[in-house]
């Protein structure tokens, strides 16, 4: 059992769809069916009904669950013979199977993409072979490596909430790797960790397996995989990780509807292990194991062939997807989640006093973003006039600050009793206006520096 394990956890580390004989084990979800760079060819009435046939094949002899197979063809084998699918664009006609497949199986792993370079790539390989195919393996190498392997965006937002977007979860054996250890590395030196999935449609699972060994205990089980007709087959956590865990840091996850597949497998080990809190909308409900398959003139198939088994829930998120702990707008999730993270290191004993005062300076303008204060003209208008040297003016409904060379940055409102932002320092700097005197202050100081007014 150990060599059969191992086999299927090197499958697991090939990116995406490899396939023909035997599909790696994978949760991706579609992605939007477009045009490539390839002309797409002129469908033909014969080659509609030559792929409608092969697809029927490959899912009577492939899909995981047999009981669905008569409804799936009798829908494709109508869409066929009643019109449905008679167009001449190969795009078009994925399009409309895809909408079949769907509806039939309920199941969102079962699509057609038109990409002829994949097909091409695919159709090469032997029937039946289990070797790796090289030119399918270079096309998805290739992407990754342009997408820095799915780790899109690192960013460090105030109060060292380090923010990691996964934008597809990428993998290539031997480079994969080293690209999420230096993202490991950068979330470790955070206060607090946002991992964003929102529109992540999945991918391989040996980068779930990698991301999530950095939250659990090594050698802890994650999901088991079934397979009919074949011995179940264990996914568990690495043991090393060049980069260490990443315990004791509050999490956050972002999630919305394009969150699918393999993106949705690791917000439900996030639910099911009580690893941190999500945030956002539920999942797309993608939870099958899915493999690709050729289909002539230059279609790829996915169909699932597996489904995930969880050692908590005993189940899956397969139709219902993976509900957030706190909901919220996707426009709104990401402040969302750094309020929550920011609150969560203000509740923290014995805290470092300058950690503390960078996570309240982060927090004001946090909940004004999500609370934008409402103040009249009537109450930001007197407030306009000279502060020393410096100067305050009122001008097209709003306060503008203006600098010593002349300058001028409109102040933004971050609390109702006076406090500002000021545009273009990317809230390191702020002015509090109370009246009869200006406090200005960087958020590297103590104390702010206060000036008397001296007219208006």
Do not use: C
Not at 55 to 84: C, M, N
Not at 435 to 442: F, I, K, L, S, V
């Amino acid at each position: 059992m150990k060599g059969v394990i191992s086999m299927f956890l090197r499958s697991l580390a090939i990116s995406l769809p490899v396939l023909i004989s035997q599909p790696a084990t994978a949760q991706r979800a579609a992605p939007v069916t477009a045009a490539r760079a390839e002309a797409p060819v002129v469908l033909t009435a014969p080659q509609r009904a030559a792929a409608i046939a092969d697809i029927v094949k490959v899912i009577t002899e492939r899909y995981v669950f047999p009981d669905r197979v008569a409804a799936i063809a009798a829908q494709l084998t109508d869409g066929l013979t009643s019109g449905r699918y008679e167009t001449d664009s190969p795009i078009v006609f994925a399009e409309r199977v895809t909408a079949d497949l769907r509806s039939s199986s309920r199941d969102r792993h079962m699509y057609l993409n038109y990409a002829p370079g994949e097909f091409a790539a695919a159709a090469a390989a032997p029937a039946g072979s289990d070797a790796p195919n090289p030119a399918l393996d270079a096309i998805w190498a290739r992407q990754a490596r342009r997408a820095n392997h799915g780790l899109e965006e690192m960013r460090i937002l105030p109060g060292n909430v380090r923010y990691l977007r996964i934008s597809g979860f990428q993998w290539v054996e031997d480079r994969s790797g080293a690209a999420y250890d230096a993202a490991m590395r950068f979330l470790g030196e955070g206060d607090a960790i946002v991992i964003d999935l929102r529109g992540n449609g999945g991918g391989s699972h040996a980068a779930v397996r990698y991301l999530l060994s950095h939250f659990l205990p090594g050698d802890t089980l994650d999901m088991t995989f079934l397979q009919a007709g074949k011995e179940p087959v264990q996914s568990r956590t690495l043991e090393y990780l060049p980069a260490g865990r990443l315990s004791g840091r509050p999490l956050y996850v972002l999630i919305d509807n394009g969150t699918g597949s393999a993106a949705e497998a690791f917000a439900y080990d996030v639910r099911q292990f009580r690893l941190g809190t999500l945030v956002g909308a539920t999942t797309a409900g993608a939870a099958n194991n899915n493999g690709f398959y050729p289909i002539a003139p230059g279609f790829m198939l996915s169909y699932s062939f597996g489904t995930p088994l969880h050692p908590v829930s005993k189940s899956n998120w397969e139709a219902v997807g993976v509900a957030p702990d706190v909901v919220s707008d996707a426009d709104r999730a990401l402040d969302v989640a750094q309020s929550l993270a920011l609150t969560a290191l203000l509740d923290r004993a014995g805290a470092d006093a300058g950690d503390v005062a960078d996570w309240n300076w982060a927090r004001i303008a946090v909940a004004a973003r999500l609370s934008p204060p409402r103040l009249p003209a009537a109450t930001l208008r007197p407030l306009a006039g000279r502060y020393g040297v410096l100067q305050v003016v009122w001008r097209d409904g709003a306060l503008f600050y203006v600098r010593r060379s002349g300058q001028q940055a409109r102040l933004i409102p971050l609390t109702t009793d006076g406090l500002f932002a000021v545009e273009g320092f990317n809230d390191h700097f702020r002015i509090r206006l109370t009246g009869d005197a200006m406090e200005t202050q960087w958020n590297d100081e103590p104390m702010p520096t206060r000036v008397s007014r001296t007219g208006s």
